[in-house]
Nanobody, 116 residues
Framework: QVQLVESGGGLVQAGGSLRLSCAASGSTSTILSTAWYRQPPGHQREFVASILRGGSTNYADSVEGRFTISRDNAKNTVYLQMDSLKSEDTAVYYC??????????WGQGTQVTVSS
């Protein structure tokens, strides 16, 4: 089992920055990839960015060039650096990890609110 805890959300003005953290515990050696998703108010959850065990990254078009996903293996933590934030980035942000055997783990989410 893997447990994920997100942190770092909050209220920020448009154009500002935030860094989200996703700390993993438990069977972290079984994690194959970690991704960030978000769910804006009244909308479905959508993909934001992912990082594979080998380090490859992928981004949604809407955040490419503004967000950066990275990880600190020693801390079992994945980060999402969000720059040049826009009001449309307002959402609950979730961390998700995929493990062996297709196991899927989710955090509880952290709220990001961007004021215009």
């Amino acid at each position: 089992q893997v447990q994920l805890v997100e942190s770092g959300g909050g209220l920020v003005q448009a154009g500002g920055s935030l860094r989200l953290s996703c700390a993993a515990s438990g069977s972290t050696s079984t994690i194959l990839s970690t991704a960030w998703y978000r769910q804006p108010p009244g909308h479905q959850r959508e993909f934001v960015a992912s990082i594979l065990r080998g380090g490859s990254t992928n981004y949604a078009d809407s955040v490419e060039g503004r967000f950066t996903i990275s990880r600190d293996n020693a801390k079992n933590t994945v980060y999402l650096q969000m720059d040049s934030l826009k009001s449309e980035d307002t959402a609950v942000y979730y961390c998700e990890s995929m493990g062996w055997g297709g196991r899927d783990y989710w955090g509880q989410g952290t709220q990001v609110t961007v004021s215009s």
